[in-house]
């Protein structure tokens, strides 16, 4: 790939992803700190931080020792399975089949369960702790993932990590500023987005790596992207109808 192609895909995929997940991790952190107090809650997502940034110290160098056609097959295929994960999801979302992730009603669910825990512990909360611990730690995960995909293979990691910090960062500027989960983000689109970009990636790396010879070199990822984006509409403007006349 060029260099502006490579910036552009690590950039892109890591920031959209990571916004997306950021958003769900806010919505916990957000019902936690509220309702039981902020010096647990925060000692929780800062240590769920620490251990997504060790991962992604100690996991990008090791890949970067494996032999690139080798990292590109195994990433590739990954991706192609995460993103397709993702894309399912969006897909069954957009024709009606799953219901849309309400960020509003999670908020109060969370909220709700907070409010009526018992609360453990003298100076610590371990409640709050462990909560906001877990959900900022479940949702990096994926990012790390992405991250590491994406960095490793294109030797981007320090780019991949970045993107995904201004990510965060927006998302909890936000959060902030507007004191609520944001409800009003199109949670689905940018999923869609991103389930389509990591399996057209996926696939495209996947092909450099055994060898095969892409049809106008890079310019074939974004005929995959197309095929992708035009193959996932076409499911749901196919099950959408079907679904609502069941309905």
Do not use: C
Request: proline share 2%; aromatic share 8%.
């Amino acid at each position: 790939m060029t260099d502006l192609t490579t910036i552009v895909s690590v950039a892109g995929a890591s920031f959209v992803a990571s916004f997306v997940e950021a958003v769900e991790a806010l919505t916990i952190v957000l019902a936690v700190g509220t309702t039981r107090g902020w010096r647990s809650t925060l000692y929780g997502v800062g240590s769920a931080g620490l251990v997504l940034a060790v991962l992604v110290a100690t996991l990008g160098p090791a890949l970067g020792s494996i032999p690139i056609d080798s990292l590109r097959v195994v990433v590739g295929t990954l991706l192609v399975l995460f993103g397709l994960q993702w894309l399912h999801k969006a897909i069954l979302r957009a024709a009606g089949l799953k219901a849309q992730r309400d960020e509003a009603a999670a908020f109060a669910r969370e909220t709700e369960e907070a409010r009526t825990a018992e609360r453990v512990g003298g100076r610590v909360d371990w409640y709050s702790f462990t909560l906001s611990f877990k959900g900022v730690l479940l949702e990096g995960l994926e990012v790390v993932f992405i991250v590491i995909a994406f960095g490793a293979t294109q030797s981007r990691i320090a780019l991949a990590a970045l993107a995904a910090t201004a990510a965060v960062m927006v998302v909890v500027v936000a959060g902030f500023v507007v004191r609520g989960p944001l409800a009003r983000v199109p949670e689905n689109a940018l999923k869609f987005t991103v389930g389509i970009m990591l399996t057209s990636f996926g696939i495209f790396w996947v092909g450099e790596g055994v060898g095969a010879s892409w049809p106008g070199g890079d310019s074939a990822l974004l005929a995959i992207i197309a095929f992708m984006a035009l193959g996932s509409a076409a499911i749901v403007a196919a099950v959408k109808p079907r679904n609502e006349a069941t309905a």
